[in-house]
């Protein structure tokens, strides 16, 4: 059953702070006992908002941090202390792809440059001459051209320079790409283009992408396997269409419930969160979502719900676990329910559905032909 | 709908009485430019209502939101043309500005980063009653029972403890009420604010733009919300204008503009984002990217990216009338009726 994971967290925690000689700095609980499984070739998608930890998470399954507790075994191997050689080599078969285009490219570099550097760390054996090739290869992978090698990323915009991002974190050959908010500083129209790149990308190549995320479109459209986090703990995992459709955990309902919408005629607006996200510092007892929670009961305060199958009817501890399942850490899921129709797009007249199908015609490559009509006065 | 009847249309279309903020044909070109940044745009506020202006960076939107409330550096920019009228006056924008005692005043306005508009040096009561009392006048005293309404008024719990509160010590979703309180000081007749919630989470999102639904409806105040995120138009605006390239390409009340977009640019954008309803597969994209301004292509603007164009759009569209309420500058809307694809 392992043969298809490619990496796997378990009880994964990561604290920040404390120690001290005189002063005692607040321990920062960040990431608190997380257990997934990332799946060969999947896309998995880690969504949470500002301070849930999912980009410490992110880290700690790059081994860019070292955790606290627990482990993370990458392609059979447990990574969660390496150092030296196995860091290079690691850091071959993973690779990062940051949010910001504009601050994590070097402006002194040519792209070339920028490209060929991890070409000349990972594959020492090339020539000059094949590297060069190879540069020209990563570009056209991404969209761009040879003649790009020679600018400097100044000169380039901000969807150009993902893909120069993309390219660069594609060099060594990874098996697994993590991308860390990775189209939330593009415009929509480019954050299209990024999308489908990458999408392509991981089928063609047969990737594994680990989505970190905030906008819940995005996560909808790419991914196939998600886990919602709050305040460092995952509160609700499975595949896209189970959170997405049928989400259990009142916290992940809300954070649907959140997403900004055409308001039906004579419809409320949805309820809304109250408060926000207790500091990390000092989390909640019991269940850490219990201090916004209209649900909550006192068992919610005193004990921690486990992150368990939604299926009533299997039996199996969490160590059985397939990673197909619907899992929720919540005491009261099967009281809540599920929220009510999911359809949430102005509904289109015929004759606009037929403008939408156009468009996409279009662009994707059809031929633009003129109907005859009657000249205007204009013409 | 025929396009022989379709008549060219000047200025906003849907000019209610009551419209607080009108603003017509503006063009502004920045020093040392050849291409008008902003181009001959047109658009208008009622009160009570909410005008989304969306589009994407380098579309001008701030820079028109600026350029209203008259906080463009001097000797920066010429404005080519273009006529402001606010509360029945009228302004020509060519020889000046608003008056800078409507600035804070009556035309408030709000900023995307809260963090560096506020002031990191003062308590959040300072800065409330700072606007007070620059308006207003009175006591300290005064200003600060003020403040501390405005504070329950834009829903901040422990009114008097945020009081004397630093920015730092306050969330972003709170930083982003102060931010709202201090606009409100004054009672304002329109709001402007840019990109309220970009820097928010999704959650926080949700409580700002219902805290500026709810004050436009017990105020009656005008807003103009300057936004990249078509989602925030669809939950909050009463009328859109969607800008590219420095123009208003189409211009409408929010149902028809979600129901009948026109612009091939509205309709790009629209199925470039990603849906929760239809997930997978790939986006319809709209190509390329905004070229800078000094390569902006003459006619239409958007010719560039727009997989429709022909030598037609190298004159430039006029706004036609699309609907009620609704204008478009396209030569070739609706699609259906003027062009066929075929694969």
Not at chain 2, 108 to 137: K, R, W
């Amino acid at each position: 059953m392992s043969g298809d994971l490619i990496l796997r967290a378990s009880g994964l925690t990561k604290r920040f702070g404390g120690g001290g000689f005189l002063t005692r700095a607040p321990v920062v609980q960040a990431v608190d006992d997380v257990s997934l499984e990332v799946r060969r070739g999947e896309t998995f998608a880690i969504v949470g908002e500002s301070g849930c930890g999912k980009s410490t998470l992110a880290r700690l399954l790059m081994r860019l941090l070292e955790p606290t507790a627990g482990q993370v075994v990458f392609d059979g191997e447990d990574i969660s202390h390496a150092a030296g050689p196995d860091l290079t080599r690691l850091r071959r078969d993973m690779q990062f792809i940051f949010q910001d285009p504009f601050s994590s490219l070097n402006p002194r570099m040519t792209v070339g440059k920028l490209i060929g550097e991890p070409l000349e760390v990972h594959r020492p054996d090339l020539t000059a001459r094949e590297r060069r090739a190879k540069i020209g290869d990563l570009l056209r992978t991404v969209g761009l051209t040879d003649a790009h090698a020679n600018r400097y990323p100044h000169e380039f915009s901000g969807g150009q320079r993902q893909r120069i991002g993309i390219a660069r974190a594609l060099a060594s050959g990874p098996k697994l790409v993590i991308g860390d908010e990775p189209v939330s500083a593009l415009d929509v129209s480019i954050q299209a283009q990024v999308i489908n790149l990458m999408g392509d990308l991981s089928r063609d190549l047969g990737l594994t992408l680990v989505i970190i995320a905030h906008d819940l479109g995005v996560i909808r459209h790419m991914s196939d396997r998600v886990a919602v986090m709050y305040l460092g703990r995952i509160v609700e995992t499975g595949t896209a269409a189970e959170v997405f459709d049928s989400p259990r955990h009142p916290y992940t309902q809300a954070l649907l419930a959140s997403i900004p919408a055409p308001r039906v005629e004579g419809e409320g607006r949805a309820p809304q969160l109250s408060g926000e996200m207790p500091s990390p510092t000092a989390p909640p007892p019991g269940c850490r979502f219990h201090t916004r929670c209209p649900f909550a009961g006192p068992e919610c305060r005193n004990s921690v719900p486990e992150l368990a199958p939604v299926d009533t009817g299997e039996v199996g501890s969490r160590k059985a676990a397939t990673g197909t399942d619907h899992r929720v850490a919540c005491h009261h899921w099967r009281e809540i329910p599920l929220p009510a129709g999911a359809a949430r797009s102005a509904p289109h007249s015929e004759p606009v559905e037929a403008r939408f199908a156009l468009y996409r015609a279009a662009i994707e490559g059809g031929q633009v032909v003129l109907k005859a009509r009657v000249p205007t006065a204009a013409t | 709908m025929s396009s022989d009847q379709r008549v060219p249309i000047e200025g906003p279309t849907r000019v209610s009485p009551a419209a607080i903020l009108r603003l017509d044909d503006f063009t502004l070109r920045f020093r040392g430019q050849t291409v008008a940044t902003v181009n001959g745009i047109s658009l208008s506020v009622s009160a009570g209502e909410i005008l989304c202006v969306v589009g994407e960076s380098g579309c001008g939107k701030s820079v028109t939101a600026m350029s209203i409330m008259g906080l463009l550096p001097k000797g920066a920019s010429d404005v080519l043309s273009g006529d402001l009228s606010f509360m029945g006056k009228s302004y020509d924008l060519r020889r000046e500005n608003l008056p800078s005692h409507l600035r804070g005043n009556q035309i408030a306005m709000i900023f995307q980063e809260p963090m560096t508009s506020l002031n990191p040096a003062f308590s959040v009561g300072d800065q409330i009653a700072e606007s007070v009392l620059q308006h207003q006048g009175g006591t300290r005293a005064e200003a600060l029972r003020r403040a501390r309404d405005l504070l329950v008024k834009v829903g901040i719990s422990a009114p008097d403890q945020r009081l004397k509160e630093f920015p730092y010590q306050l969330s972003g979703g709170m930083r982003q009420r102060v931010m709202i309180a201090i606009a409100l000081a004054n009672d304002p007749k329109l709001l402007i604010a840019d990109e309220p919630t970009t820097a928010l989470d999704v959650t926080i999102q949700a409580q700002i733009l219902n805290l500026i639904d709810d004050l436009r409806r017990d105020t009656g105040m005008g807003t103009m919300m300057i936004t990249h995120d078509l989602g925030v138009v669809a939950e909050i605006a009463d009328s859109v204008a969607v800008m590219y390239g420095g123009e208003v390409v189409e211009y409408g009340p929010v149902r028809e503009i979600f129901a009948n977009p026109q612009h091939p640019y509205t309709i790009g954008l629209m199925s470039a984002m990603p849906r929760l309803d239809r997930p997978g597969g790939r986006l319809a994209i709209v190509p390329g990217s905004v070229p800078a301004i000094e390569n902006m292509p003459s006619g239409c603007r958007f010719r560039t990216r727009c997989a429709f164009a022909n030598e037609t759009c190298t004159e430039r569209p006029l706004p036609m009338a699309a609907g009620s309420g609704h204008r478009v500058a396209c030569h070739f809307a609706p699609l259906e009726e003027h062009v066929m694809v075929q694969a």
